[in-house]
């Protein structure tokens, strides 16, 4: 039978109503909460339909370097655009307000973070570049063919070639080799390439005196048997303290003494390694795995500054 509810019931009634929907209300809040904190700290994620992919590398020091050349990345639409991704992968010792700095100049890059902690002492000192190989390994399964940028490449807007053309060239020309670079140096490998290298490749002093050296900090690399055949021994070389980084290898070399291709003066670390394992793997046939391009200009910049 139908008892009209007396004023206090009815008070209680109403609170416990509201109670409960403020309990509700505040569940539903912070579930979202939850959901867009989790949506805020999961990094860009790159499209799975996208094929191709462009990998920078930057620590601390080369931070206004990196800057610089992220900018003229604009130049090119496909990244511009976002057509393609880039993927800058950061050291640790990069702050979140460089990380700040970066993404205001270059919107249009995805910053992620990469560590050596687990590798070995003499693989940690970013100055002997053993860890640039594996790094661009860490990300090559995501891609069919991915394009490593140094600091200190600069792009210039495409005449003869676009971007995709570039990439596309990975599956006619290059398909073979699975890799492509872009710029040629004015010395021989000889005078840049430790002796202690040797040991590690099977490539004559000849074959280095014959051949000029081509530019690491800019080439096409595909997920493909071929790539891998390459990638692998770069990243065996890295892990062996003889090789890569030898004892007493030293960047620094006298420009004058180069041109004569007479002795070893210097040596050019992950550079002449590649040069040495696409010698080994192809010989002196250049078409190969090299055909320039007018996209690139590479920059060494002396000082710097934004
Ligand atoms: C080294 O390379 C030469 C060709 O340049 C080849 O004939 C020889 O079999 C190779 N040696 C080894 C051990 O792979
Ligand atoms: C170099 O390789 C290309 C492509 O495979 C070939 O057409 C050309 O004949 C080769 N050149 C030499 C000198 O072997
Ligand atoms: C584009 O131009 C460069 C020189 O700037 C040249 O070496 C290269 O072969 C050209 N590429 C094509 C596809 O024509």
């Given at each position: 039978?139908?008892?009209?509810?007396?004023?206090?019931?009815?008070?209680?009634?109403?609170?416990?109503?509201?109670?409960?929907?403020?309990?509700?209300?505040?569940?539903?809040?912070?579930?979202?909460?939850?959901?867009?904190?989790?949506?805020?700290?999961?990094?860009?994620?790159?499209?799975?339909?996208?094929?191709?992919?462009?990998?920078?590398?930057?620590?601390?020091?080369?931070?206004?370097?990196?800057?610089?050349?992220?900018?003229?990345?604009?130049?090119?639409?496909?990244?511009?655009?976002?057509?393609?991704?880039?993927?800058?992968?950061?050291?640790?010792?990069?702050?979140?307000?460089?990380?700040?700095?970066?993404?205001?100049?270059?919107?249009?890059?995805?910053?992620?973070?990469?560590?050596?902690?687990?590798y070995p002492?003499y693989f940690?000192?970013?100055?002997n570049y053993r860890f640039k190989f594996p790094?661009?390994?860490?990300?090559?399964?995501?891609?069919?063919?991915?394009?490593?940028?140094?600091?200190?490449?600069?792009?210039?807007?495409?005449?003869?070639?676009?971007?995709?053309?570039?990439?596309?060239?990975?599956?006619?020309?290059?398909?073979?080799?699975?890799?492509?670079?872009?710029?040629?140096?004015?010395?021989?490998?000889?005078?840049?390439t430790h002796p202690d290298m040797y040991a590690f490749f099977n490539v004559?002093?000849?074959?280095?005196?014959?051949?000029?050296?081509?530019?690491?900090?800019?080439?096409?690399?595909?997920?493909?048997?071929?790539?891998?055949?390459?990638m692998n021994k770069m990243i065996q070389c890295a892990l062996q303290p003889k090789c890569m980084a030898p004892k007493g290898a030293?960047?620094?070399?006298?420009?004058?003494?180069?041109?004569?291709?007479?002795?070893?003066?210097?040596h050019r670390f992950d550079q002449s390694a590649l040069n040495m394992r696409?010698?080994e793997?192809?010989?002196?046939?250049?078409?190969?795995?090299?055909?320039?391009?007018?996209?690139?200009?590479?920059?060494?910049?002396?000082?710097?500054?934004?």
């Open positions: 039978m139908y008892q009209p509810l007396n004023e206090a019931s009815r008070k209680y009634l109403y609170f416990t109503n509201v109670r409960k929907n403020l309990f509700l209300m505040s569940i539903v809040t912070m579930i979202m909460l939850f959901v867009l904190s989790l949506l805020s700290k999961t990094p860009p994620s790159v499209p799975p339909s996208s094929k191709y992919g462009i990998i920078t590398l930057f620590s601390k020091n080369h931070l206004c370097e990196t800057i610089h050349s992220c900018q003229t990345y604009a130049t090119i639409p496909e990244i511009k655009n976002k057509i393609i991704p880039l993927i800058a992968l950061y050291a640790s010792d990069v702050s979140k307000k460089d990380l700040e700095t970066y993404h205001y100049h270059c919107p249009y890059v995805q910053l992620r973070p990469f560590t050596v902690s687990s002492e940690k000192d970013l100055k790094t661009v390994a860490s990300v090559l399964p995501e891609f069919k063919t991915i394009m490593y940028v140094d600091a200190s490449i600069r792009f210039t807007a495409p005449k003869n070639e676009t971007l995709t053309d570039m990439f596309k060239s990975m599956e006619t020309q290059f398909a073979k080799t699975g890799f492509r670079l872009l710029g040629k140096s004015f010395h021989h490998n000889y005078p840049v004559t002093e000849k074959q280095m005196k014959e051949t000029n050296q081509f530019h690491s900090g800019l080439y096409f690399l595909n997920n493909s048997p071929a790539g891998w055949k390459v030293k960047a620094r070399c006298n420009y004058r003494l180069l041109k004569e291709n007479k002795h070893i003066l210097c696409l010698i793997l192809y010989g002196k046939n250049e078409t190969l795995y090299y055909r320039p391009s007018s996209i690139v200009n590479i920059v060494q910049m002396s000082k710097c500054s934004l």
